[in-house]
Every structure is written in structure tokens, then in C-alpha cells.
């Protein structure tokens, strides 16, 4: 970070603490010296009527909701134990990932430089003077007549050594409500705080100060002409603007838990990734643990909690979304979940896609932009409908019958739930220690010529296909449409720093000078459809557990071509070693495990356009070969 914009922020938060009078306000309590620097500087700049430090009691929770119902911000659903509905704004639904910025003194930290005349995928950067000038356009002043909430924060188990700690500022209480349940809060989290633990420093803000000049819409707060999300990795801080949606507001998930510690994880030799983590039990009582990258809206949280078709084996979740990684004395890598809850995508959810998510969400959640029933629950496209005499409101708060043209849920409709209420939730879910990979999984929406699974060769390979992820675009960002995007490591919206310098540390895992169990690298896709009915090749969900079984048994190996066949992208399952006993339906295992030379000889040449252009001279060398090593097989 440049003197000028280290000195401008220290200046910032002197001038806070001198002007502001710490002590004057009542509200807040005795704080930590470097957190209440922190909160003194964003009161000086912000100007709240008042501060609230969060404890993160269910009785504070319950006050903050009964205000929000009062504002008309939420409204309590009758039909369950202590579960909200919010509608936001219509223009603040997603992820704005042309907002989203990271801020470096050079460009080529944030991102790679892109090609002469082609915009990069890879993040945004902004420089530290656009920053100053964007900061101080938005944030003066931009609390005034609201409450500051301070929210002292851990991501991760409190005790973990992978845990780290945050401090959220904000004007939103429906920011306060979710970050209760996403991360965990209250006092062992102020304790260690007080313990000098270094913090990550978030602030946000709605940016409608009151009071308001334009009526809002919802009853919800935003700014959408000047949403900034900004990621400044030097100090470890994030300041964002203008949107009360999930990804953009409750800083500790994507834009701490990827972006930030991404950085973090460089830094000090870990992981940090856009990840499930689940463990699966085979009928003999062994079991494993799996992390697996999958971009938003692929079957993530379906497979986190998948119920199993296969007698006798189990999978348990230790989460949905998030997964930070790194290796013990032993040299085995270990993860943990840094999240507390579950924040997934509605639309699709049932009881037939995902039962135990269908429990989970059954008491203390919070919904956004679900259809709601006139016996007060909810409803989104993929529950049963609902009986004759109920009828239903959309995500607009107008009525809505089956047949519209209209959605009666957003695509993007979100239900956020505490992860222990999760019936399958893993016993060792919050242990210190996190628990033992033994494989990695990638995989992405992929209509053709992507196997239903493979394994890679070895680890710099593993690398080459998560940087090589391609996937049909989601609606968790503002995207419009079914294209095909690049996603590596699902992470594309999500790199704190430059994905060249990503590969380059991922690369190194394999030759760290303490003793190292690599984990298997695979790829799936649950996707692939009949080019002829357009119809899906395989059941997906529970039978999904069939391709698991085939991964847990490769994990324990003694051979490279056991129950595997070699092909010209990886190991494949042989014929017959894919469990398909009492598949409720014909499946046609050769066109499922089709690899046509055609389709990924442009695969390969759509590969080598986009890491020339979007990478160029940051690619590490062994990427490359793992690139023309592609090429050369898919050529003879």
C-alpha cells in the first residue's frame, strides 16, 4: 500500500478518535484499543446517529428483527418457528461483479494484464487515488440518522489456528440478523479481540442516510448507481456501498472468506477456496472427506448434503460453500468451514433435489425474494404447488398464479440458516483442527462432451483442470443468459490477488519442504445432455453417490489403472466400475463417458485463446505444459 493512502486512513481514524469523543457514546461499550480506533475512524466519516456493538444474543437478535418487521423491512412467517421474508429492491438481487474491485498500488498484483483490447475476467482493479476519490464521494456522511452496528466477528471455529477475526461495520440490521447466523459472534470472539488478534477491518454501508430524499422501494435501502465493493488485500480491509444483498453486504463471506483471504493464505502458506466439504462413510464404516468447486448455482449445497442412493453409505456436511485448507505437521491437508450457516440459492431446492436442506431451513431463517403463501410460508419454482385454497405472492409483493410469465421466486432467491441445524451436519463440522482431505473435486455446468467424471494424472494437472473450468453462467451475479464461461477454481469472481500468482501457489503445494499428502485431483459434470432430446444424461442428486463411490475407492488406489482407464484428459471410470445397480432409470454410460477428440480439440484451442489473453505472461510454466500436453493428445 502507498504512503499517501496508508497515511490518509490513519489520519481518518486519529481525527475519529479525537473528534468523535470514544467515551461520549453510550452505546458503545469498552472495546478493544485497535477496534475502537477502527470504529471511532468509520464514526467520524459516517456519521451515525448512534452505535450499536453487537453481542450476538438471540434476545438482541430478536430486537433487531422486531425493528425491521416494524419498518417493514422483513415480515415474520407464521407458518414456521421464528423464520423472516425480506423483498429488496429489485435492483439490488445479486452479486455486482463490475463493482467489485481490488485495490493495489500496482495493477499487476490484483490481475493479470490482460491482452491489448480485451477487458479481463479475472477481477477488476482500481488504483489507490480512484479509490480515495470513489471513497470520498460515498462514504461522508452516509450514516447520518441511522445506528452504526459494530459486529466483532470469527470465521471459523473461535479456537481454530485457521480461524481468522473481523470487524463489520453497518447500517443495515439485515446485515446484523445474517452475519448472526453466517459467522459466529458475541463475547469468545470479543475476548480474543482483546487478546490483540489481528482483525480484518469491514465497512459498510446502505448509503440512504436519513433522512431519505427518494422513497425507497421495499421498504429497503440502496444505492444502485453507486454500489463500489473494495478490496484493499495490503491493510486487510473491505469497504462497500450501496447494496444490502447477501454477497455485496455481509462482508465476512465471499469478500472475506475468498477474496481477502486468498490473500491471507498466500501470505502464510494455505488455502483458501470456493469449496464444499463433506464426508462420506462406505458400508464397511471407513470414511472420507471430500472439498469440491463448483461456480454458484451447480449443485453445491445439493451435494454437500446429499442423501445417498446407495445402501449403506453416508455423506455428512461440513459445509456448502466455503473451504479454508491447509496441511498439518503430518502433512495431510485439513479443512475447515470459516462459515457458520448456509446462505443457498432457493429456486430448485425440495424435498426431491435436497430433503435435508428442506429441514434445515424449517425454523430460524431468514428468506430473500421467495414467493410467499397465503398461509404464511414460502414457495420458489421447484416445490410442489401449493394446495387450491392457498394462494401466492411473488418476490415483488404482487399476486402471482402458476403460468405467469413472470417468476414467482428470483433465480437468485436466498434462504440463510444456521449450518447446525443441518440433520446430516458432521460431528467434526467445528473441530479446531478441521478435518482430512483426501480428494478434490472440480466441476461445472456442462451441456456436452465433459465425462460424468475422471481423475487428472497428478497434482500439476489437477491445477491445469481447475484452471481450465468452464461452466454455463449463474444468476448469483448479474449475468444474463445460459453461456458458457470460464471459471477456474470457480474463484473467477473471487481472487483477491493476480490468478497467475494463484496457479503459481497452488503449483507449489506439490513441492513444500515439510512432508505432503496431496489429496486426488478429479473433475465432474452432473450436466451433460442428449444433444437430441436435450435432456439430462444422468439423475443427478442422490445418485450422484454412485461417481462419489467410484472417487473414494481411487482414493485408496494401490494402482494408477485400477477401476480406471487411461484417456486423453484423464483417468476414466472402466466400464462397469460405476455402480449402476437400481438406477431408477436406462442410462446410456457410453454417452456419458464420451470423450470426443473434436470437441476438445476446440476445447483446448478455447483454452489456449483464454490464458493467452486473460494470463499471458503470468502463466506459470508448468501450466503451460500441462496446456500443450492437452493439445499434443488430443492432435494424435
Not at 463471506?253 to 493464505?265: E, G, N, Q
Not at 472427506?289 to 463448483?294: D, Q
Not at 429456486?347 to 428468506?367: C, D, L, R, Y
Request: include cysteine.
Amino acid at each position: 500500500m502507498s504512503c499517501r493512502l496508508l497515511g490518509v486512513l490513519r489520519r481518518r481514524e486519529s481525527f475519529g478518535a479525537a473528534a468523535v469523543g470514544f467515551r461520549s457514546l453510550a452505546s458503545i461499550p469498552q472495546l478493544p484499543q485497535a477496534v475502537a480506533e477502527f470504529v471511532s475512524g468509520a464514526v467520524a466519516e459516517c456519521n451515525p446517529a448512534k452505535v450499536h456493538v453487537v453481542t450476538g444474543t438471540p434476545e438482541e437478535t430478536a430486537d433487531i428483527l422486531a425493528g425491521m418487521e416494524n419498518e417493514g423491512m422483513v415480515k415474520k412467517l407464521q407458518k414456521y418457528k421464528n423464520c423472516w421474508l425480506a423483498r429488496t429492491d429489485p435492483k439490488d438481487v445479486a452479486r455486482v461483479e463490475s463493482k467489485t474491485v481490488v485495490v493495489t498500488r500496482q495493477q499487476r498484483d490484483a490481475v493479470p494484464i490482460p491482452s491489448s483490447n480485451i477487458k479481463s475476467q479475472l477481477g477488476n482493479w482500481m488504483s489507490e487515488s480512484d479509490f480515495l476519490k470513489a471513497r470520498e464521494d460515498r462514504f461522508p456522511a452516509c450514516m447520518t440518522g441511522r445506528t452504526m452496528y459494530v459486529i466483532p466477528f470469527s470465521m471459523g471455529p473461535v479456537n481454530s489456528s485457521l480461524a481468522k477475526f473481523g470487524v463489520q461495520v453497518t447500517d443495515s440490521p439485515y446485515v446484523v440478523a445474517s452475519m448472526g447466523i453466517m459467522t459466529r459472534t458475541g463475547t469468545p470472539v470479543m475476548e480474543k479481540l482483546a487478546q490483540g488478534v489481528e482483525f480484518v477491518r469491514c465497512q459498510h454501508s446502505l448509503g440512504r442516510p436519513l433522512p431519505l430524499k427518494a422513497p425507497l422501494v421495499n421498504q429497503w435501502p440502496c444505492n444502485p448507481e453507486k454500489v463500489l465493493i473494495a478490496h484493499l488485500p495490503d491493510s486487510r480491509q473491505i469497504l462497500s456501498f450501496g447494496s444490502g444483498y447477501g454477497g455485496n453486504s455481509l462482508l465476512g463471506k465471499k469478500c472475506f472468506a475468498l477474496r481477502i483471504a486468498s490473500c491471507i493464505a498466500k501470505d502464510e502458506g494455505w488455502l483458501a477456496e470456493h469449496m464444499l466439504i463433506l464426508g462420506i462413510t462406505n458400508p464397511q464404516g471407513v470414511k472420507r472427506y471430500f472439498a469440491a468447486a463448483f461456480p454458484s448455482a451447480c449443485g453445491k449445497t445439493n451435494l454437500a448434503m446429499m442423501k445417498p442412493a446407495l445402501p449403506g453409505w453416508k455423506v455428512e456436511c461440513v459445509g456448502d460453500d466455503i473451504a479454508w485448507m491447509k496441511f498439518d505437521s503430518q502433512g495431510k491437508l485439513r479443512a475447515i468451514n470459516p462459515e457458520n450457516g448456509f446462505f443457498g440459492v432457493a429456486p430448485g431446492t425440495s424435498v426431491k433435489t435436497n430433503p435435508h436442506a428442506m429441514k434445515t431451513i424449517s425454523e430460524n431463517t431468514i428468506f430473500t425474494n421467495v414467493g410467499e403463501t397465503s398461509d404464511g410460508g414460502v414457495w420458489w419454482e421447484g416445490l410442489d404447488p401449493p394446495e387450491p385454497d392457498i394462494s401466492l405472492t411473488d418476490w415483488h409483493g404482487k399476486p402471482w398464479k402458476s403460468g405467469s410469465s413472470l417468476l414467482c421466486a428470483h433465480p437468485n432467491s436466498r434462504f440463510c440458516a444456521p449450518a447446525a441445524q443441518c440433520p446430516i451436519i458432521d460431528p467434526l463440522w467445528e473441530s479446531d483442527e478441521g478435518v482430512p482431505i483426501d480428494a478434490i473435486i472440480f466441476g461445472g455446468r456442462r451441456p456436452e462432451g465433459v465425462p460424468l467424471v475422471y481423475e487428472t494424472f497428478n497434482w500439476s494437472h489437477g491445477v491445469f483442470v481447475g484452471a481450465a473450468m468452464r461452466s454455463e453462467s449463474t444468476a448469483a451475479a448479474e449475468h444474463k443468459g445460459k453461456v458458457i464461461m470460464h471459471d477456474p477454481f470457480a474463484m473467477r469472481p473471487f481472487f483477491g490477488y493476480n490468478f497467475g500468482d494463484y496457479l503459481a501457489h497452488w503449483l507449489s503445494m506439490e513441492t513444500r519442504k515439510n512432508p505432503t499428502q496431496l489429496p486426488k485431483i478429479f473433475h465432474v459434470n452432473w450436466f451433460r445432455k442428449d444433444p437430441e432430446t436435450n435432456s439430462f444424461l444422468w439423475p443427478g442428486f442422490g445418485e450422484n453417490a454412485r461417481v462419489l463411490e467410484w472417487i473414494f475407492r481411487r482414493c485408496s488406489r494401490t494402482t494408477e489403472d485400477e477401476a480406471a482407464k487411461k484417456s486423453i484428459i484423464g483417468w476414466l471410470p472402466q466400464e462397469g466400475s460405476i455402480n449402476t445397480k437400481g438406477l431408477g432409470q436406462k442410462v446410456e454410460m457410453g454417452a456419458l463417458f464420451d470423450v470426443p477428440k473434436t470437441f476438445w480439440q476446440k476445447e483446448a484451442h478455447e483454452l489456449r485463446a483464454y490464458l493467452t489473453q486473460q494470463v499471458g505472461a503470468d502463466l506459470p510454466e508448468q501450466v503451460e505444459r500441462e496446456l500443450r500436453a492437452l493439445e499434443e493428445r488430443v492432435r494424435n
